[in-house]
Every structure is written in structure tokens, then in C-alpha cells.
């Protein structure tokens, strides 16, 4: 199985700076063609709901502060200029083979 | 709006079995594999497994191969996932998930609760 490795795993931000979040893969999730790392947003008491898809596809309806890159191993999420609405913890997961597997998540405290 | 409407909570006796369910709407059932998620209270999520509506086929995580079941009722567009021998490392949300082509998941259930509880 594809070990995602995630972090910090919390992490406090001021109103309006840079949230950075790392997503580490024990192999390879990337072809040629595409990178299969996705990225989940979950407040309490919610379902995760997708930011980030394909590794820096902004999903439709999330806001531009919010991107992703990276490729191979080594994925980021970064949200700026972070809201107070931010808060949440985040996922990534990947889709290159079966089983799927989630990171361990990122709590992000806005300060 | 495609939507996924999940069962309501259980409580459930440890050794029983327990049968939730995944109503989808706005959308062509047979069109789109279904997953299941497990969250743990306060832990991450993790990948049950897969159901092809249009021909039953499945495959699991085998961590939950012993574990779960999924099945499809077509006629009432409806996923379901049955968990068995039920113990107190089975309390959790279950979440059903419909991935888009590329498999990252764009729609989920609102979850279901099961505790696992004498």
C-alpha cells in the first residue's frame, strides 16, 4: 500500500499569511500523463470536501487562495492569504492504484 | 445536484452486524463506482473499498476484507455496505464517496454513525 505521510500535523496561522502543507508519498502516485493526489477540506461534524484535484486542479466553487503542486512523491498544499473560515483539518489522497489511502491530516488553527 | 443520502445512526451490540445505506440522486447510477470511508473519532480516514453498480464487482482494502460487505440494489439506486462481528474498533462515521473518472472523490454522503456499545 501507498503510505501518505502529512505535515505538520497542526499547524496555527495568522489571518492573511501563507498555510503551508506537506503530503509525502512512499512511492511514486504520478504517470506521464497525471499526478493522482487530491486535497480534502473537513470542518467538524462535515464530510471531507475536495479542494484540489489531480494535484493542482482547483476544484470548482473553492476559492483561488487555495493551490496545489508537486509531483512524483512530493505534493503541497498552500493556502493564501488564509481566512478565519480556513480552519479545518486537510487531507490528501491518492488514486494511483488500489488500495486508496488518506495522509494522516493537517490541523490548521488560524490566529 | 448529485447527492448521496446515507442511513441514519446506529447502535449497535458488539458481535452483531449492522447494514447501512447510500441513496444517490441526480445522477446515473450505473455510470459511477461507489466507496466507502471509515473515520474514527478523531482519526484520519481510511479507504474500505469499491462497488461497480453496473456489475457488482468489488474490491477491498484488506484491512476490511473480513469485515465489510458491499452490495447495489439498481432498482432503488442505492449503495449499501454491511459490517459484521462488530466490535469497538468498528465505532466510527461511514462515509459513501462517488469518484469522478480519475477517482478523487466530488461528492460524499453527509456519513452514518455506528457505535458499537452492550
Known amino acids: 500500500d501507498i503510505v501518505l505521510t502529512q505535515s505538520p500535523a497542526s499547524l496555527t496561522v495568522s489571518l492573511g499569511q501563507r498555510a503551508t502543507i506537506s503530503c509525502r508519498a512512499s512511492?511514486?502516485?504520478?504517470?506521464?500523463?497525471?499526478?493522482?493526489m487530491h486535497w480534502y477540506q473537513q470542518k467538524p461534524g462535515q464530510p471531507p470536501k475536495l479542494l484540489i484535484y489531480?494535484?493542482?486542479n482547483l476544484e470548482s466553487g473553492v476559492p483561488a487562495r487555495f493551490s496545489g503542486s508537486g509531483s512524483g512523491t512530493d505534493f503541497t498544499l498552500n493556502i493564501h492569504p488564509v481566512e478565519e473560515e480556513d480552519a479545518a483539518t486537510y487531507y490528501c489522497?491518492?488514486?494511483?492504484?488500489?488500495?486508496?489511502?488518506f495522509g494522516g491530516g493537517t490541523k490548521l488553527e488560524i490566529k | 445536484e448529485v447527492q448521496l443520502q446515507q442511513s441514519g445512526p446506529e447502535l449497535v451490540k458488539p458481535g452483531a452486524s449492522v447494514k447501512i445505506s447510500c441513496k444517490t440522486s441526480?445522477?446515473?447510477?450505473?455510470?459511477?463506482?461507489m466507496h466507502w470511508v471509515k473515520q474514527s473519532h478523531g482519526k484520519s480516514l481510511e479507504w474500505i473499498g469499491i462497488?461497480?453498480?453496473?456489475?457488482?464487482?468489488?474490491s477491498y482494502n484488506q484491512k476490511f476484507k473480513d469485515k465489510a460487505t458491499l452490495t447495489v440494489d439498481k432498482s432503488s439506486i442505492t449503495a449499501y455496505m454491511e459490517l459484521r462481528s462488530l466490535t469497538s474498533e468498528d465505532s466510527a462515521v461511514y462515509y459513501c464517496?462517488?469518484?469522478?473518472?480519475?477517482?478523487?472523490?466530488?461528492?460524499w454522503g453527509a456519513g452514518t454513525t455506528v457505535t458499537v456499545s452492550s
Open positions: 489531480l494535484a493542482s
Open positions: 441526480g445522477y446515473t447510477f450505473t455510470e459511477y463506482t
Open positions: 489522497q491518492h488514486s494511483r492504484e488500489l488500495p486508496y489511502t
Open positions: 462497488i461497480n453498480p453496473n456489475n457488482g464487482g468489488t
Open positions: 464517496a462517488r469518484p469522478d473518472f480519475d477517482e478523487y472523490f466530488d461528492v
Open positions: 512511492k511514486s502516485v504520478s504517470t506521464s500523463a497525471y499526478s493522482y
